[in-house]
């Protein structure tokens, strides 16, 4: 049995064994935002394990939930414990908070860090895939940086904005270049008509910034096009979203970092 949860603009439905987001609707129009559960999300850890062995990253779609409580206007998940890439298991203690706030749900991911490693990275709210909507001519991604509003493409072509040596896949990344609070406190993806808002909650002093991915990659480089199959060379044709906190809990530190707001 899944688990269903809705405010006024947005219904989410997710798994009752992972808590991985299995789909996100938008209620009024019908906008099948995530509409594949076999690549949904939830969040995602970067827990390196030395200096030299620093990609060791924690899949929260991989995990099994270890206590799970539903309540009226929200959903509470709790990992005891999760398994990493390369580091095997680790002792962090992960605990979500999903609520639905009027128009708005709302995520809170507090990180109980009893490892040995720091955690330095952690994504959250983490969608393994954004649709457009079916009569789209575009999709993309409006945000606020420094002194100017700034939109780029997201469908049907992928505006790729890191160094092809730095990423594995095309990838957007917004607000990375402050250190302290937010530089670029929400992000929008549109296609003229409706959208997607993503925002921080609260005010803090956490560095939150924005990340969109294309994988497996480009149907054409040449122009940055999207693949237009739901699948290429084998792989689904996702196009990843998240809020990606920055957060560096040291070891024997726990800490509830800064809630992110989901609308349609």
């Given at each position: 049995?899944?688990?269903?949860?809705?405010s006024?603009?947005?219904?989410?439905?997710?798994?009752?064994?992972?808590?991985?987001?299995?789909?996100?609707?938008?209620?009024?129009?019908?906008?099948?935002?995530?509409?594949?559960?076999?690549?949904?999300?939830?969040?995602?850890?970067?827990?390196?394990?030395?200096?030299?062995?620093?990609?060791?990253?924690?899949?929260?779609?991989?995990?099994?939930?270890?206590?799970?409580?539903?309540?009226?206007?929200?959903?509470?998940?709790?990992?005891?414990?999760?398994?990493?890439?390369?580091?095997?298991?680790?002792?962090?203690?992960?605990?979500?908070?999903?609520?639905?706030?009027?128009?708005?749900?709302?995520?809170?991911?507090?990180?109980?860090?009893?490892?040995p490693?720091?955690?330095?990275?952690?994504?959250?709210?983490?969608?393994?895939?954004?649709?457009?909507?079916?009569?789209?001519?575009?999709?993309?991604?409006?945000?606020?940086?420094?002194?100017?509003?700034?939109?780029?493409?997201?469908?049907p072509?992928?505006?790729?904005?890191?160094?092809?040596?730095?990423?594995?896949?095309?990838?957007?990344?917004?607000?990375?270049m402050?250190?302290?609070?937010?530089?670029?406190?929400?992000?929008?993806?549109?296609?003229?008509?409706?959208?997607?808002?993503?925002?921080?909650?609260?005010?803090?002093?956490?560095?939150?910034?924005?990340?969109?991915?294309?994988?497996?990659?480009?149907?054409?480089?040449?122009?940055?096009?999207?693949?237009?199959?739901?699948?290429?060379?084998?792989?689904?044709?996702?196009?990843?979203f998240?809020?990606?906190?920055?957060?560096?809990?040291?070891?024997?530190?726990?800490?509830?970092?800064?809630?992110?707001?989901?609308?349609?």
């Amino acid at each position: 049995m899944n688990l269903t949860l809705e405010s006024e603009t947005l219904k989410l439905d997710f798994c009752e064994k992972t808590g991985r987001l299995l789909s996100l609707t938008a209620k009024q129009t019908g906008w099948q935002i995530q509409d594949r559960a076999e690549i949904g999300l939830n969040w995602r850890l970067m827990v390196p394990l030395s200096e030299e062995l620093r990609n060791n990253d924690v899949h929260g779609e991989k995990q099994t939930l270890t206590a799970l409580e539903q309540g009226k206007d929200g959903i509470v998940f709790v990992w005891d414990g999760v398994d990493s890439e390369r580091g095997g298991r680790l002792d962090i203690k992960i605990t979500l908070h999903v609520r639905a706030e009027g128009p708005q749900i709302v995520y809170t991911i507090s990180v109980e860090n009893r490892s040995p490693y720091t955690v330095e990275n952690v994504y959250c709210p983490y969608l393994g895939d954004v649709q457009r909507p079916r009569d789209a001519a575009y999709l993309n991604a409006f945000f606020y940086n420094y002194n100017r509003g700034i939109e780029v493409g997201m469908w049907p072509n992928f505006w790729n904005q890191e160094g092809y040596f730095g990423v594995d896949y095309p990838t957007q990344m917004q607000g990375a270049m402050c250190a302290g609070a937010p530089m670029t406190p929400y992000y929008l993806i549109h296609d003229g008509k409706q959208g997607l808002y993503a925002g921080v909650k609260t005010a803090s002093a956490e560095l939150v910034s924005w990340m969109a991915e294309l994988r497996p990659g480009y149907g054409s480089s040449i122009d940055s096009r999207v693949p237009v199959s739901r699948e290429i060379a084998g792989k689904p044709v996702q196009t990843l979203f998240a809020a990606l906190h920055v957060p560096y809990i040291l070891p024997g530190e726990s800490r509830a970092l800064t809630p992110v707001a989901l609308e349609a």
